[in-house]
């Protein structure tokens, strides 16, 4: 079975003989129970950190390990979750298409084969029915707009449906790495919390070190994480400028752009999905771009779909790229 990757929708197509559902089934109470505990568990302590942040526990090592957190798991998701494993963005060479496929996973926004399924299901029916988090589904008055910001922004993870990864993911189910990789997301998991409190430990030489970047790099920085990715979804789908058209109303808002490595130039990025680089204009940071361009200098990805002045003329003119 060939899988290809449709640029309009920016999703895997249905393989030959129909469409196959939107959804499979849903969530048994011990997913649903894991989802509620990775969200709740770093929220609570993202709340808890401005109190705590005031006299208690908040160093420079606590810091410098937050930042590089961060910067990696934070990659893993705008660089290999959503440009590579979702849009095709480039071509990578087997080592680093695993590190990518681990580094995202340490954000604990879920396996790659869920994400990139509900990611290229979302690019299919964005801001229409079928889309698991457009803030346009319920109306446009105040009430409903309220409520579109909220499922959009989390409260769609709450959904006990199953996005069909057969008919989204196929690439990926057949893809032996990142089976293995998707298979063994607790095991990341637990790496993405643990790992800054060993290096914590170490620098400072004691359990109370250890706990703090536990707290820190740990769980706030996962919780911050979380709501940079999830404000994509949200703010990114209703405010913003649109210089480019596209099938929806995705936006650019340029204040997230920093802590969101150039994803919030999300307007860009729905005219033309499989762009390697979504702030095209001059100004518009894109760290995820940069570090595809090194990659790229390094000879570890290849076949980069950098944007070019005619398809970005075709994008701002309206017309089908």
């Known amino acids: 079975m060939t899988t290809t990757l449709d640029e309009t929708s920016g999703g895997a197509a249905p393989p030959n003989g129909g469409p196959?559902?939107?959804?499979?089934?849903?969530?048994?109470?011990?997913?649903?129970?894991?989802?509620?505990?990775?969200?709740?568990?770093?929220?609570?302590?993202?709340?808890?950190?401005?109190?705590?942040?005031?006299?208690?526990?908040?160093?420079w090592t606590d810091v410098i390990l937050a930042v590089v957190m961060f910067e990696i798991t934070g990659h893993g998701v705008t660089i290999g979750y959503h440009r590579f494993f979702t849009h095709g963005s480039f071509k990578a060479k087997r080592p680093l298409k695993i590190a990518l496929a681990?580094?995202?996973?340490?954000?604990?926004?879920?396996?790659?084969?869920?994400?990139?399924?509900?990611?290229?299901?979302?690019?299919?029916?964005?801001?229409?029915?079928?889309?698991?988090?457009?803030?346009?589904?319920?109306?446009?008055?105040?009430?409903?707009?309220?409520?579109?910001?909220?499922?959009?922004h989390m409260g769609w993870l709450f959904d006990?449906?199953?996005?069909?990864?057969?008919?989204?993911?196929?690439?990926?189910?057949?893809?032996?790495?990142?089976?293995?990789?998707?298979?063994?997301?607790?095991?990341?998991t637990a790496v993405t919390f643990l790992l800054p409190a060993v290096a914590g430990g170490l620098i400072t030489w004691s359990w109370w070190g250890a706990l703090t970047a536990f707290f820190w790099a740990g769980l706030v920085r996962v919780a911050i994480l979380h709501h940079v990715t999830w404000?994509?979804?949200?703010?990114?789908?209703?405010?913003?400028?649109?210089?480019?058209?596209?099938?929806?109303?995705?936006?650019?808002?340029?204040?997230?752009?920093i802590l969101s490595f150039g994803e919030s130039w999300h307007n860009l990025h729905h005219a033309d999905p499989t762009c390697?680089?979504?702030?095209?204009?001059?100004?518009?940071?894109?760290?995820?771009?940069?570090?595809?361009?090194?990659?790229?200098?390094?000879?570890?990805?290849?076949?980069?779909?950098?944007?070019?002045p005619q398809r970005l003329a075709k994008i701002s003119a309206g017309q089908e790229a």
């Not at 989802?35 to 929220?43: G, K, L, N, S, W």
């Not at 995820?288 to 361009?293: F, G, H, K, P, V």
């Open 20 to 59: 196959k559902p939107i959804t499979v089934g849903s969530r048994n109470n011990y997913v649903q129970l894991g989802v509620y505990v990775f969200i709740f568990v770093p929220f609570a302590a993202l709340i808890a950190a401005v109190p705590l942040a005031w006299g208690w526990g908040l160093t």
């Open 102 to 152: 681990v580094a995202g996973s340490m954000a604990v926004q879920g396996p790659p084969i869920i994400w990139v399924a509900d990611h290229r299901r979302h690019h299919a029916y964005s801001d229409k029915e079928g889309d698991p988090h457009s803030p346009w589904l319920f109306g446009t008055g105040p009430v409903a707009i309220a409520k579109g910001f909220w499922h959009s």
């Open 160 to 188: 006990r449906d199953i996005t069909n990864k057969e008919r989204f993911a196929p690439d990926l189910m057949a893809d032996k790495d990142i089976v293995k990789v998707n298979d063994l997301f607790a095991v990341w």
């Open 231 to 257: 404000s994509t979804n949200s703010i990114c789908h209703m405010i913003g400028d649109r210089p480019f058209v596209s099938r929806d109303r995705a936006a650019n808002v340029w204040p997230l752009a």
């Open 276 to 308: 390697a680089r979504h702030g095209v204009k001059r100004g518009q940071i894109d760290t995820s771009a940069r570090m595809i361009w090194l990659f790229e200098k390094f000879g570890w990805v290849h076949s980069v779909r950098w944007p070019t």
